[in-house]
Nanobody
Framework: QVQLVESGGGLVQPGGSLRLSCAAS????????VGWYRQAPGKEREYVAS???????TYADSVKGRVTISRDNAKNTVYLQMNSLKPEDTAVYYC?????????WGKGTLVTVSS
């Protein structure tokens, strides 16, 4: 059974940094495209960043230059390093992947950027 578990969220001051983790079980992350998404209160879920099986990364314009997505194949984990955080980055962050035609989401981790 495929399971994605996000961690690393928390409360951080504006300008601070956080590293989110998405650990997978039941699936080999290295051969899958993995994405990070976020959903702010009262808003729709939006794309943040993704990494392909070949390591190609893409980013939403809203986070470009402040966020880095990476993977550790040995740990079957994908990371989202977020720097220079802004209050508008406050959201629940989710990771997503697809496998054999099925889409899998984690339950999310909350990031709150506030002074």
């Amino acid at each position: 059974q495929v399971q994605l578990v996000e961690s690393g969220g928390g409360l951080v001051q504006p300008g601070g940094s956080l590293r989110l983790s998405c650990a997978a079980s039941g699936i080999i992350f290295s051969i899958n495209h993995v994405g990070w998404y976020r959903q702010a209160p009262g808003k729709e879920r939006e794309y943040v960043a993704s990494i392909s099986s070949g390591g190609i990364t893409t980013y939403a314009d809203s986070v470009k230059g402040r966020v880095t997505i990476s993977r550790d194949n040995a740990k079957n984990t994908v990371y989202l390093q977020m720097n220079s955080l802004k209050p508008e980055d406050t959201a629940v962050y989710y990771c997503k992947t697809n496998n054999n035609g099925m889409r899998y989401w984690g339950k999310g981790t909350l990031v709150t950027v506030s002074s």
